[in-house]
């Protein structure tokens, strides 16, 4: 895959990276490049053309690369594929909403960041939750930060004020 230099790099100020709360095992991966395999022969043997279409995708799929970073601008993810590449940001003045979930894990808190109608989560180190909470008050005063809860009147996050 080709190396692309990524947006945020020698950006002055912190970045924070998330972490990935349950990593894909070695016999996953290798069981996806098996249906790949699968897909793509059964693709040309069979009249199902379609499935050759699948297989195709799903290989690229398996081939994208992504990165986050919420830096001092806001929140970036770059996709990287072997056939092009995808940047997306999210300035802090345009992001509309924080939802912070704890889920009990020993080192990451879930964060929901919101866009207009559209929600990433991403999990980060308790210490840089706090940073990028502080960063969010900094760079956004204002943007509302909710605790999630289980509560089913509550729709899924309490009123309060998040405590982090």
């Known amino acids: 895959m080709s190396k692309h230099s990524l947006p945020w790099a020698g950006l002055p100020g ?13 016999y996953v991966i290798y069981g996806c490049w098996a ?3 699968l897909l ?8 199902f053309k379609i499935a050759l279409i699948f297989g195709v ?15 001092e601008r806001g929140l970036e993810i770059f996709y990287q594929m072997k056939i092009t590449t ?9 992001i509309n909403a924080i939802v912070v979930e704890d889920r009990n894990h020993p080192e990451l808190i879930a964060l929901h960041i919101g ?10 180190t308790r210490p840089d939750t706090k940073d990028i909470l502080a960063l969010a ?6 943007i509302p930060v909710r605790q999630a809860t289980d ?12 405590g982090i």
């Open 14 to 26: 912190p970045i924070y990276l998330p972490r990935e709360l349950k990593p894909r095992k070695p």
């Open 35 to 37: 249906m790949v395999t």
């Open 40 to 47: 793509l022969v059964g693709g040309i043997v069979t009249r």
């Open 57 to 71: 995708l799903y290989a690229l799929t398996l081939l994208t690369k992504k990165d986050v970073a919420v830096t």
């Open 86 to 94: 995808n940047y997306n940001f999210w300035p802090w003045e345009e």
């Open 115 to 124: 866009h207009g109608n559209v929600s990433k989560r991403f999990f980060f």
């Open 137 to 142: 008050m900094k760079k956004h005063p204002g």
């Open 151 to 162: 509560h089913p009147r509550s729709g899924g996050f309490s009123r309060k004020s998040s």
